[in-house]
C-alpha cells in the first residue's frame, strides 16, 4: 500500500465486523479497498467482504471501541456470548445467521493469516481474545450459553497465558464443550477447582 487509507476508508475498515472483518459499505467503496489490498471479495455466495491481513493492521492500530458504559452490542457490534450476560441478544434465527457468519469469516480469517493456509488452527486473532474466540467456537456449534437463570457454558479469562476456562452445568455439557473445541482447533483439559471442587475446561489454541 503506497499511501494511507482515506478518512473515509478508515471509517469503513473500522467499522468492519471485529471478529471477522466482514465489511460493509457500497460496491464502490469495497472495489476501492479490495484495489488496494486492504479487503478480497470472499468466492462463495453471497460474496461479503473481508478485511486482509493488511486491512485488519490498520484496524489494530486505530481501534474503533464503545464508548463508556455502552456494550459491544450497543455499539452494533457481532460479540460471540461467552455466557452470563446481563443482557444477552436475542436467540431468533437473525441470531443463528449472524453466528455461523462469525464462524465462517473467522474460518477464512485462519486461512489468510496463518502462514500454511490452514483453517482448522486458530490464528494470531484468536490468541490476542481467547474468551471471544472460543465462545464463538461454542456458540456456532451450537452449545447454549448461560443465560439469567437458565445453565449453560460460561468461557472465562484465567490467569495463564493463552488459556481460557470453560465452565458447563454438568460433566455430560462440559465433554460436549471440550469435543467442540478441540475439533475448533483448541487443546482443552479438564481439571477441579481445590476449593470448590467444580470441573472445568483449561482451553489453549493449538499451534501445530
Known sequence: MSRPPTAAQRRLIEAADPVTGRLRGTPAQLATLVKRGLAFRHPRPPHDHFLTPAGHRIREAAPSEPTAGESASDAGVFAAR????????????????????????????????????????????????????????????????????????????????E?????????????????TLERAGWQPGEYTEPRTRVRYLLASPRRV
Open 82 to 161: 461467552a455466557g452470563g450476560e446481563e443482557e444477552p441478544p436475542g436467540d431468533g434465527a437473525a441470531r443463528l445467521r449472524e453466528v455461523r457468519g462469525a464462524w465462517q469469516g473467522l474460518l477464512e480469517l485462519r486461512r489468510m493469516t496463518n502462514p500454511d493456509g490452514a483453517a482448522d488452527r486458530p490464528c494470531g486473532w484468536e490468541r490476542t481474545h481467547l474468551v471471544r474466540a472460543a465462545a464463538l467456537a461454542l456458540e456456532a456449534a451450537g452449545h447454549r450459553p448461560a443465560s439469567g437463570d437458565a445453565d449453560g457454558y460460561r468461557v472465562r479469562a484465567t490467569a495463564q497465558p
Open 163 to 179: 488459556a481460557v476456562a470453560v465452565y458447563a452445568p454438568d460433566a455430560e455439557s462440559l465433554a460436549a464443550c471440550a469435543a
